[in-house]
């Protein structure tokens, strides 16, 4: 079927795309030091040369001490990270495209691929890795206001560098997920409670903090997941009025656009509705959407990790949902990060050019 639906313009405040595919953040560690490299822009650049419409960066960290679990995730803060992050966006913007970094705190999720350990104190609202499991502290309300006010810096360094938006990466379990989360939020005061709705005021604070630091027509995403890496089955938001709790204060605190984490996109959110994750959000905030989830490949982001190669995959389920409005965007992850031309082979309808993507692909900067 046509793939006409990918490619018409989008328009949402200041940000304004040439078609509907956005490259999903994706961690790759290219950074050392924290500082990203000129291959880190010129593998940006590839993407942007090749008709993405919107890149979202890898996680990049805020100023907080334990905010990373990798020395070689980049910082988005300090004079080298965000000289940096100046030499990406403008090699974007060389190749006529549009970006935004993906702020990031890992919060109490460790990287068992490193033995490398952040300097203390480790953030987490409650002390907790994972339901039961404690090895630290509960932040005090002093560390909660700095990583809050982090998030402001970080987003005003984002717009004075020229990047086009930003993304709050508050997904899979990381730190502003273990907020939402009630196995690793236990806290009794503000940012705790029984209810989604208050689990979610940290996060409101952030998106708030953000705000107040940007110009009123800089977008602002925010990534969200019902799922972690802690534990794949966890849902945040077991009704369609538990998540209109939970996206509510979000979008009144100041988010543009939300971005629906699943790891399959055409797997329905609740029972009795085709609508996803992407789907339902827009339904119950009317604010614009982007679905991710094995966009254009035939198996889940966790194959790679066991070693099994993702083919590419029928976009007609995506395009049907597409041309009826369920979402807005796409985001796209694994196809895009071992082939930069892929957005412009499915345009071309090069499809039989598209590649597998292995595991091999996350060893290099292709």
Same mark, same amino acid.
């Given at each position: 079927?046509?793939?006409?639906?990918?490619?018409? &313009?989008?328009?949402?405040k200041s940000l304004k795309l040439k078609n509907r595919i956005v490259m999903a953040p994706m961690t790759r560690s290219f950074s050392p030091g924290g500082v990203p490299t000129p291959d880190v822009a010129?593998?940006?650049?590839?993407?942007?040369?090749?008709?993405?419409? /919107?890149?979202?960066?890898? %996680?990049?960290?805020?100023?907080? &001490?334990?905010?990373? $679990?990798?020395? $070689?995730?980049?910082?988005?803060? %300090?004079?080298?990270? /965000?000289?940096? !992050?100046?030499?990406?966006?403008?090699? #974007?913007?060389?190749?006529?495209?549009?970006?935004? &970094?993906?702020?990031?705190?890992? @919060?109490?999720?460790? $990287?068992?691929?490193?033995?490398?350990?952040?300097?203390?104190?480790?953030?987490?609202?409650? @002390?907790?890795?994972?339901?039961?499991?404690?090895?630290?502290?509960?932040?005090?309300?002093?560390?909660?206001?700095?990583? *809050?006010?982090?998030?402001?810096?970080?987003?005003?360094?984002?717009?004075?560098?020229?990047?086009?938006?930003?993304?709050?990466? %508050?997904?899979?379990?990381?730190?502003?997920?273990?907020?939402?989360?009630?196995?690793? $939020?236990?806290?009794?005061?503000t940012f705790g409670g029984a209810t989604i709705a208050e689990r979610a005021r940290f996060a409101a604070e952030v998106v708030k903090s953000i705000r107040a630091s940007v110009r009123k027509d800089f977008v602002i995403i925010l990534r969200l997941s019902q799922w972690k890496q802690q534990?794949?089955?966890?849902?945040?938001?077991?009704? +369609?009025?538990?998540?209109?709790?939970?996206?509510? +204060?979000?979008?009144?605190?100041?988010?543009? *656009? /939300?971005?629906?984490?699943?790891?399959?996109?055409?797997? +329905?959110?609740?029972?009795?509705?085709?609508?996803?994750?992407?789907?339902?959000?827009?339904?119950?905030?009317?604010?614009?959407?982007?679905?991710?989830?094995? #966009?254009? /490949?035939?198996?889940?982001?966790?194959?790679?990790?066991?070693?099994?190669?993702?083919?590419?995959?029928?976009?007609?389920?995506?395009? #049907?949902?597409?041309?009826?409005?369920?979402?807005?965007?796409?985001?796209? @992850?694994?196809?895009?990060?071992?082939?930069?031309? !892929?957005?412009?082979?499915?345009?071309?309808?090069?499809? %039989?050019?598209?590649?597998?993507?292995?595991?091999?692909?996350?060893?290099?900067?292709?």
């Amino acid at each position: 079927m046509s793939v006409d639906a990918l490619f018409r &313009p989008f328009s949402h405040k200041s940000l304004k795309l040439k078609n509907r595919i956005v490259m999903a953040p994706m961690t790759r560690s290219f950074s050392p030091g924290g500082v990203p490299t000129p291959d880190v822009a010129a593998y940006y650049r590839r993407r942007a040369e090749a008709e993405v419409g /919107l890149i979202l960066s890898e %996680g990049t960290v805020v100023n907080r &001490p334990s905010a990373k $679990n990798d020395p $070689n995730v980049p910082d988005f803060h %300090g004079e080298q990270a /965000l000289a940096g !992050w100046k030499r990406v966006i403008d090699e #974007v913007h060389a190749a006529g495209g549009l970006m935004a &970094p993906q702020l990031w705190h890992v @919060g109490s999720a460790r $990287n068992p691929m490193t033995t490398w350990v952040a300097p203390p104190p480790v953030d987490s609202p409650s @002390g907790l890795s994972s339901p039961g499991k404690r090895f630290t502290e509960p932040m005090t309300d002093e560390a909660i206001a700095d990583t *809050i006010a982090a998030f402001g810096k970080a987003a005003a360094d984002a717009q004075r560098l020229g990047f086009d938006a930003v993304e709050i990466h %508050g997904a899979h379990g990381y730190l502003i997920d273990q907020f939402f989360w009630s196995g690793t $939020n236990t806290r009794t005061d503000t940012f705790g409670g029984a209810t989604i709705a208050e689990r979610a005021r940290f996060a409101a604070e952030v998106v708030k903090s953000i705000r107040a630091s940007v110009r009123k027509d800089f977008v602002i995403i925010l990534r969200l997941s019902q799922w972690k890496q802690q534990d794949f089955t966890v849902r945040l938001a077991q009704t +369609p009025q538990e998540m209109e709790a939970w996206l509510t +204060p979000l979008v009144e605190a100041g988010t543009d *656009i /939300l971005h629906c984490s699943q790891r399959r996109f055409w797997e +329905p959110e609740f029972e009795g509705s085709e609508l996803n994750f992407a789907g339902w959000a827009k339904k119950l905030t009317g604010k614009p959407t982007i679905t991710v989830g094995s #966009v254009g /490949l035939s198996g889940e982001f966790t194959a790679a990790f066991r070693g099994e190669t993702s083919k590419p995959a029928s976009l007609e389920n995506l395009l #049907v949902r597409l041309e009826r409005e369920e979402f807005d965007l796409v985001a796209v @992850g694994r196809a895009l990060l071992s082939d930069a031309q !892929w957005a412009r082979k499915v345009r071309e309808g090069r499809h %039989g050019e598209l590649q597998d993507f292995t595991k091999e692909a996350l060893a290099k900067l292709a």
